[in-house]
Nanobody, 129 residues
Framework: QVQLVESGGGLVQAGGSLRLSCAAS????????MAWFRQAPGKEREFVAG????????YYADSVKGRFTISRDNGKNTVSLQMSSLKLEDTAVYYC??????????????????????WGQGTQVTVSS
């Protein structure tokens, strides 16, 4: 199990940028696939981006491709989400999530919240016009 704490959320104008960070505690972080999800009011939690345990492969929701970049630093136990060209519809609470250790993620499993074992408390991102 890992404990996850997100930071970096806030208020930003449309077209602007924001960087979210997720700090993990626990010895198994480096063996876990990680992801960012988001949830807007009245909507289901949705997948945003994922990264394999070694950082070699990344996956993105179509809605954020070309605008968001996920990265990780296993030496610092952190995963980040760089968000650019933000849109009003990016407004949501953003959650960091960790898959179980050594779990092999596939294209079909990245977007499923049930595939992830640990979650952070979330950080609010609000994009204004």
């Amino acid at each position: 199990q890992v404990q996850l704490v997100e930071s970096g959320g806030g208020l930003v104008q449309a077209g602007g940028s924001l960087r979210l960070s997720c700090a993990a505690s626990g010895r198994t972080f480096s063996s876990r696939a990680m992801a960012w999800f988001r949830q807007a009011p009245g909507k289901e939690r949705e997948f945003v981006a994922g990264i394999t345990w070694n950082g070699r492969n990344t996956y993105y929701a179509d809605s954020v491709k070309g605008r968001f970049t996920i990265s990780r630093d296993n030496g610092k136990n952190t995963v980040s989400l760089q968000m650019s060209s933000l849109k009003l519809e990016d407004t949501a609470v953003y959650y960091c999530a960790a898959a179980s250790a050594a779990r092999t993620m596939r294209d079909s499993t990245w977007p499923r919240p049930g595939e992830y074992e640990d979650w952070g408390q979330g950080t609010q991102v609000t994009v204004s016009s």
